[in-house]
């Protein structure tokens, strides 16, 4: 698939090829018009016959694959393409808890960008590439990030060349999958509690990307240490992930890094590897001290049996500060 950045807008162009960039399609996205209630008012068109609608602070929705999926969109002030933040919750839980919990889209509007919360079929993310009876379609919400990316690109909302993905938990999972297997849609990739899928759901990072990885150091749900063989789960099955340390250093291989190095700041540990050929690019573990299953500097109660969740890092501002960074 060709990169979202050679679909955008771009004055420079002939109206000729314009058009016809604009006019080529997303792999896997498809419009579904039979449905009712499939187009929301005010929409426009969008990848492949996709729609969707926007609008500061609100609900839209998009067709992919023949489905109808929403998203929550908070726009910051002021006109053009602005950087562009895709935010995946955890499993079990949605776009509005993830907003409460992260509170994302404040402190990025205060940097000038522009959040998308997707929300997951059945509360949850396809994470890996395991056909299950709840997901047979393993690459689906691959290609419904795409389809989110392409609208807010062509409907000049987005900047094609500052894209970033982050997640929860496996909302993080998801975030890394994206930019493992879409390394040319994305400048930029955080985890928060959320590691690499491996076994008969691996996920293999595909080409260069700048990734930050925050983990607890005493997370009892997804442990540091990664899961190779979790329990059997009769609706949705969990999937194995490797380590955290072990998810980042397959990005950095990915990205022909040099040699890690790793600093002890207050209240967390820092590896750094920094990116073959791209002096800003690096890939980032941050392991936080008496830490759980929660996202770091969160005043959200996290629930019962997910650990502590530590103020010694504030994960909101750490990741935006990681993307705008890279560019």
């Known amino acids: 698939m ?6 955008a807008p771009n004055p420079r162009r002939r109206p000729g090829a314009l058009l016809l960039a604009l006019a080529l399609p997303l792999a896997g ?3 579904d018009p039979g449905r009712p209630g499939a187009t929301p008012p005010a929409s426009s068109p969008t990848a492949a016959g996709a729609t969707a609608t926007a609008g500061p602070g609100t609900r839209e929705r998009i067709r992919v694959d023949g489905r109808t999926r929403d998203y929550l969109l908070h726009r910051p002030a002021g006109a053009g393409p ?3 933040v895709v935010a995946f919750h955890g499993r079990g839980s949605d776009a509005a808890g993830l907003r409460e919990q992260t509170r994302l889209e404040k402190a990025a509007a205060a940097r000038g960008m522009l959040v998308a919360y997707p929300e997951g079929l059945g509360r949850g993310w396809g994470a890996g590439t395991w056909k299950t009876k709840r997901r047979p379609d393993p690459g689906l919400d691959v290609r419904f990030t795409e389809a989110l990316v392409g609208h807010l690109v062509r409907t000049g909302l987005a900047d094609p060349e500052r894209v970033y993905v982050a997640g929860f938990s496996n909302g993080g999972s998801m975030a890394l999958r994206v930019a493992a297997e879409r390394p040319g849609l994305v400048a930029g990739a955080a985890s928060v509690s959320g590691q690499l899928p491996s076994g008969a759901a691996a996920v293999e990072p595909t080409g260069p990307v700048p990734v930050m990885v925050v ?9 540091l240490a990664g899961w190779p063989s979790p329990p059997p789960d009769p609706e949705e099955p969990i999937l194995p992930t490797r380590s955290a340390r072990d998810s980042a250093e397959a990005f950095a291989a990915a990205g022909r890094a040099g040699r890690p190095v790793t600093e002890r700041e ?6 750094v590897w920094r990116l073959g050929g791209d002096p800003a690019g690096t890939v980032q573990l941050l392991v936080v001290h008496d830490a759980g299953h929660t996202w770091p500097g969160s005043s959200l109660t996290p629930p019962t049996g997910f650990g502590r969740t530590s103020g010694a890092l504030d994960a909101t501002g750490t990741v935006l ?3 705008a960074a890279g560019r």
């Open 82 to 84: 602005r950087p562009l």
């Open 321 to 323: 500060d990681f993307f």
């Open 266 to 271: 207050r209240g967390y540990d820092r590896t």
């Open 215 to 223: 983990y607890g150091a005493d997370d009892p749900v997804r442990p």
């Open 29 to 31: 996205c498809a419009a």
């Open 2 to 7: 060709r990169s979202l950045r050679d679909l």
